[in-house]
């Protein structure tokens, strides 16, 4: 006569490899269709089926034999499935949430390219000494003072410089929009 299964999860619980192995045979196609129908892939189904058995023997010791082991199987099984989704359903989050940043990522550094590509077209626009003055306080991240000692002029000049380049450029963008 056939053991039953209670009997064999018992033993195996108590860690009888020949009771698991029998579980397995009996049981592991019944695993498998139910997490197919679960994941609608079988692939995943396969992943998952697999992840239920290596897990089956530690799960196996919390096995009150309250219910027939085929249900407390089952309810095994449809937990990892659900858990797949979960698991699924937060990495496509992050996924996502990833491609968001990434998208804003890309957009602010084509803002920062096309507002550099037009302040270099507008600084053709203006006078040699404004574009000089512009190109090294900006340009090269000078100070006020730095640029002065690099054109030989003095600080305040430099200061009045870069007031008179954002006055014109304010027009030259205003002139743009119209």
């Not at 550094?109 to 507002?115: F, K, N, P, V």
Request: proline letters at 2%; one cysteine or more; aromatic letters at 6%.
């Amino acid at each position: 006569m056939d053991t039953t299964d209670e009997t064999l999860a018992t033993a195996a619980a108590a860690g009888d490899r020949a009771a698991f192995a029998t579980l397995l045979q009996r049981h592991y196609d019944r695993v498998f269709a139910l997490a197919w129908r679960m994941t609608g892939s079988r692939t995943e189904a396969q992943d998952l089926t697999q992840d239920i058995c290596a897990a089956l023997p530690a799960k196996l010791r919390g096995w009150r034999g309250d219910a027939r082991f085929t249900t407390w199987l089952y309810r095994v099984t449809v937990n990892a499935a659900h858990d797949l989704r979960r698991r699924q359903a937060t990495h496509s989050r992050a996924a996502n949430g990833w491609g968001d940043w990434e998208l804003a990522r890309q957009d602010g550094i084509a803002e920062d390219r096309a507002a550099l590509d037009w302040l270099q077209a507008a600084m053709t626009r203006l006078p040699p000494e404004l574009r000089d003055t512009l190109a090294l306080v900006l340009g090269q991240d000078l100070s006020q003072a730095e640029a002065g000692q690099v054109l030989g002029l003095s600080e305040g000049t430099i200061a009045w410089r870069m007031s008179e380049v954002k006055k014109r450029l304010r027009v030259i963008a205003a002139e743009e929009a119209r």
